[in-house]
């Protein structure tokens, strides 16, 4: 995916991230426009490389990598995307699961990206 394709398929619904990796585990689109992307576009990828590389990303991938080096069990938060003159507010919530298998145990993320407020553009 280059820059310009990954802002229009940012993808909104429920996504669970391999918290070490980033690597997307699972994705369940949420309807939004022509914004959504099919699960078989998102799994397997980083999250943080190659679903939502946009430069504007950056500061979306660090809350949530600073989430996921956190100990909080929840966080929500409202982010704005800015592309050309248009904008694009998003509402994520972030939510993490521990599992354990023998002596295995893996932590994952929940990642649920949905649109927020409309805004007009400047």
């Known amino acids: 995916m280059d820059s310009e394709s ?11 991230l391999d918290a070490t990796t980033g690597t997307v585990l699972y994705y369940k689109p949420e309807q939004a426009e022509n914004f ?4 078989s576009e998102i799994v397997g990828r980083n999250f943080f490389t190659e679903v939502a590389p946009v430069a504007q ?11 996921g080096r ?6 929500s938060f409202n982010f ?4 050309g003159h248009r ?14 298998s023998g002596l295995d145990r893996t932590e994952s993320l929940f990642v649920h990206i ?5 805004q007009m553009a400047a």
Do not use: C, K, Y
């Not at 990303?57 to 989430?67: G, S, T, V």
């Not at 956190?70 to 966080?75: K, L, N, Q, T, V």
């Open 87 to 100: 904008t694009l507010p998003v509402r994520v919530l972030l939510a993490r699961i521990h599992e354990q």
């Open 6 to 16: 990954s802002l229009n398929m940012l993808p909104f619904g429920l996504i669970e």
């Open 70 to 75: 956190s100990h909080a069990p929840a966080m």
């Open 114 to 118: 949905r649109l927020g407020q409309r």
């Open 80 to 83: 704005t995307f800015l592309h």
């Open 57 to 67: 990303a950056r500061d979306f991938q660090d809350l949530i990598r600073n989430f």
């Open 36 to 39: 959504d992307a099919p699960p």
